[in-house]
């Protein structure tokens, strides 16, 4: 549903344009009317495989085409194959849906054919070293292949990233979650700002560190190293600084979080009106008030005082939030009532 | 250049005149869309209050000729495969036009709860890919024929909490990054459910608020460009949580205004872009919410005229901005 340009256009220019559209209007409906009364009346031949293809190539959105020709292949032409030719069939399927991802990435039909087309391969022979599923196991591993090429066109499109972590998890041979960070190490310093390969990275870090446990210690003060120079290399970035908010979590060290309010007051003498900067010192601040009580409190409580001060000054679409946060508005105080009867309480 | 009134008898003869571009390619290569763009341009019409402009009885027999039969449910189009998110737009535009008795509910019922997965997530149609998106078709369309006691709620829950990321967002599977558009299905189903506790809602509308640029749009994921219809994922989601101050109305209200069409009417995604009724729809929607004078109120949870969930006894405890006089 997103469209281009507006162009204006003078009636005579709509009314070529409608002539010229005539025949191919004609032609689309003719092709609609023919594949649907095939399907009417359960067509379920090679002839009706073809017919499907071209009107997909017209319109890969036409979901109720992508059923039959599934259809058409479930009930019509894998009873009369052997599995060599099923995974022929379906080989020239994949074929077809990489043609038209590449023209339509975002398309929701084509991705989830694509599916259903790799999980139909049939599990093939043992290969002469002993492999088996070898026919699975090559398409699979080629799956990734495709889709990196997909996010190499663009590093955002969601479709490629879910269908990334769908083909990561059925994979007969299962990746090393290790490679995987790897490559989202690859996106991010490719591109900072691409927050899908930031999202992705907190949840290969989450499962690995899960499983490894004692050694995720290093671990962790390597990824605020790797977060840090996305922070300092553009603080008005906010991919990493959302990142950087996962990997603080809820502040239960304590250690961890004073090194990073100090790491982030440090970039904030070099950049004094950066809102991130900003946000994200309230932030912690608010989670240290929280975590601990002590006779620093005080202190640091006025300070998120100051600093949401200065927030709505240069963040004024935010302001309200702002004033929210600070107890400047005593009709919503519940959710931060800790933390204003901090305030009250000091005062 | 940019406008600064929503040009209200302009985007009403531009809904009205959809239906007559059948000289134009793209409306039949969008057929897999009719059904949900009836239920937009009734939608965008009920808000600027000309429900009349479209007539009732012409779009109600449209919706029945999109009954599929051997499913239970509706397509987009007559002889497209029943589907959940065209059957929750039929729903949507029959309970509109106050016509749901023209529904076989007992079947609808039977059609949707089949799509629902061990997970507890549904399926968009019988081969359809699994989606929070379908979770929320499914709860809304129960929820508005009464049927909502037919869903194992628990199950239904357990799926979009899976979802849920440490932003406070969701997204569209286990895993998925957060957008604004699952958000929005998320939030909402939880609502209906009366679940909102499943929700860091903190965290979450802090994260929706850093979705407005600097312009006054709305983005769907960090980096990304602004476009209308994120106005109305964030807003009733915002509404649903009664955080709308937490963004710039006016600044939100004023970019809405500038994707206006000034000649021809409609909404498009961002300034001097192609309009569509889609955008149509979810522009006026989000003007609705931020209190835009003389439009009707929208409910956001429903994505419906708040007067026809409050007449079924549906609505739930949301906050839209107060309607300006001027
Ligand atoms: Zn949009």
Redesign the interface.
């Known amino acids: 549903m997103h469209s281009g340009k507006r162009v204006r256009q003078t009636p005579a220019a709509i009314e070529a344009r409608k002539q010229r559209e005539k025949s191919k209007i004609q032609d689309y409906l003719a092709l609609t009317r023919e594949v649907t009364s095939r399907k009417k009346s359960r067509d379920f031949s090679t002839e009706a495989l073809d017919l499907t293809q071209t009107l997909l190539q017209l319109n890969p959105e036409f979901y109720t085409i992508w059923n039959y020709r599934r259809n058409i292949l479930l009930h019509g032409l894998f009873p009369n194959s052997s599995p060599e030719g099923i995974n022929d069939l379906l080989s020239s399927e994949l074929s077809m849906t990489t043609a038209a991802l590449k023209a339509n990435p975002k398309v929701y039909g084509i991705w989830n054919y694509r599916r259903w087309c790799l999980e139909n391969v049939p599990d093939g022979p043992e290969t002469e070293d002993g492999l088996s599923h070898s026919w699975k196991k090559a398409k699979w591993d080629r799956e990734l292949y495709v889709v990196e090429r997909m996010l190499d066109a663009d590093g955002r499109n969601f479709h490629a990233w879910n269908y990334r972590r769908y083909v990561l998890a059925m994979m007969p041979t299962r990746r090393p979650e290790a490679s995987e960070l790897a490559y989202t190490t690859r996106k991010i310093e490719a591109n900072f700002s691409n927050f899908s390969a930031w999202h992705q990275r907190s949840k290969i870090l989450s499962s690995l560190w899960n499983d490894v446990g004692t050694s995720a210690i290093s671990s962790r003060e390597d990824e605020f190293e790797f977060v840090r120079n996305a922070l300092y290399t553009d603080p008005d970035d906010q991919s990493a600084w959302i990142y950087h908010r996962w990997l603080v979590g809820s502040g239960q060290e304590r250690q961890t979080l004073e090194r990073e309010i100090g790491s982030i007051e440090e970039l904030l003498k070099e950049q004094p009106d950066s809102k991130w900067c900003l946000e994200s010192l309230v932030h912690y601040q608010r989670l240290l008030l929280r975590n601990n009580r002590d006779e620093n409190s005080k202190e640091t409580a006025q300070k998120c005082l100051g600093f949401l001060l200065m927030l709505q000054e240069i963040d004024p679409a935010r302001r309200s939030r702002y004033k929210e946060i600070g107890g400047g508005n005593s009709r919503t105080k519940h959710s931060m009532i800790s933390y204003h009867s901090y305030l009250l309480f000091f005062r | 250049m940019a406008e600064s009134q929503l040009l209200i008898p302009l985007h009403v003869s531009y809904i009205k005149s959809l239906g007559d571009s059948k000289?134009?390619?793209a409306y039949?290569?969008?057929?897999?869309?009719r059904m949900n763009a009836i239920y937009w341009g009734l939608t965008a019409l009920c808000t600027m209050g000309h429900k009349d402009a479209l007539d009732r009885v012409e779009v109600i027999d449209f919706v029945l000729s999109c009954w599929d039969d051997e499913a239970g449910g509706f397509?987009a189009h007559p002889?497209?495969?029943a589907?959940i998110h065209s059957t929750l737009s039929a729903i949507q535009i029959l309970l509109t036009h106050d016509a749901l008795d023209k529904v076989d509910i007992d079947r609808v019922t039977r059609f949707i709860l089949s799509l629902q997965k061990p997970s507890g997530v549904f399926a968009?149609?019988?081969?359809?890919?699994t989606d929070t998106r379908f979770s929320y078709c499914a709860i809304s369309a129960l929820s508005l024929l009464g049927r909502l006691s037919d869903l194992d709620v628990e199950k239904t829950v357990s799926y979009i909490r899976q979802c849920r990321?440490?932003?406070g967002g969701f997204?569209?599977?286990i895993?998925?990054?957060?957008?604004a558009a699952q958000v929005f299905v998320c939030v909402a189903a939880l609502a209906i459910l009366d679940r909102l506790e499943e929700v860091d809602?903190?965290t979450l509308?802090?994260?929706l608020?850093?979705r407005?640029l600097?312009n006054?749009g709305l983005n769907g994921?960090?980096?990304?460009l602004e476009?209308v219809?994120y106005s109305f994922w964030i807003l009733s989601s915002l509404s649903i949580m009664r955080?709308v101050?937490?963004?710039?109305a006016d600044?939100l209200t004023a970019f809405i205004l500038s994707c206006q069409?000034p000649?021809s009417g409609g909404i498009?995604?961002r300034p001097?872009?192609?309009?569509?009724v889609?955008?149509t729809c979810f522009g006026t929607a989000g003007l609705s919410l931020l209190g835009y004078p003389g439009l009707v109120d929208l409910d956001p949870v429903y994505c419906m005229p708040a007067s026809v969930i409050e007449a079924k006894g549906l609505r739930k405890d949301w906050q839209a901005l107060h309607r300006r006089l001027s």
């Open positions: 000289d134009d390619l039949h290569m969008t057929a897999h869309l397509g002889d497209h495969d589907h968009g149609d019988e081969f359809g890919e990321n440490f932003d997204g569209n599977t895993g998925a990054e957060s957008h809602q903190q509308c802090w994260w608020a850093e407005q600097p006054g994921r960090p980096e990304k476009d219809c955080k101050p937490w963004i710039d600044k069409d000649e498009a995604d001097g872009d192609a309009v569509d889609f955008h």
